[in-house]
């Protein structure tokens, strides 16, 4: 079981940069690949970026590439999603997961943050 908290969403303007953590409380985080996905009312859950257990292997969606980066501090249980370049298409509820390896599919994770909302206004 792990458990992951998420936080360091909210609104920002066009343009601006955000990061995004997702901190495992129980389990071991070093055993885990983590992703990052995204969802809006109107749009199935979207992969956005995947790292690997040790950070050796990651990739990142095709969308987002060149504006947003992953990284994870083992030491810290912890993962990140670097958001640079905003633009309103960016807003979304962003979800963190763990799961065997930098795979794009959601059903391939096993476990969940609680999500948290990024609002980029322009």
């Known amino acids: 079981q792990v458990l992951l908290t998420q936080a360091g969403g909210g609104t920002v303007q066009v343009g601006d940069s955000l990061r995004l953590s997702c901190t495992a409380s129980?389990?071991?985080?070093?055993?885990?690949?983590m992703g990052w996905f995204r969802q809006t009312a109107v749009k199935e859950r979207e992969f956005v970026a995947s790292?690997?257990?040790?950070?050796?292997?990651?990739y990142v969606a095709g969308i987002v590439r060149g504006r947003f980066s992953i990284s994870r501090d083992n030491a810290k249980s912890t993962v990140y999603l670097q958001m640079n370049s905003l633009n309103p298409a960016d807003t979304a509820v962003y979800y963190c997961?763990?799961?065997?390896?930098?795979?794009?599919?959601?059903?391939?994770?096993?476990?969940w943050g609680q999500g948290i909302q990024v609002t980029v206004s322009s």
């Open positions: 997961a763990a799961g065997p390896g930098v795979i794009t599919t959601p059903r391939e994770y096993s476990y």
């Open positions: 129980e389990g071991i985080f070093s055993n885990y690949a």
């Open positions: 790292i690997s257990w040790n950070g050796g292997d990651r």
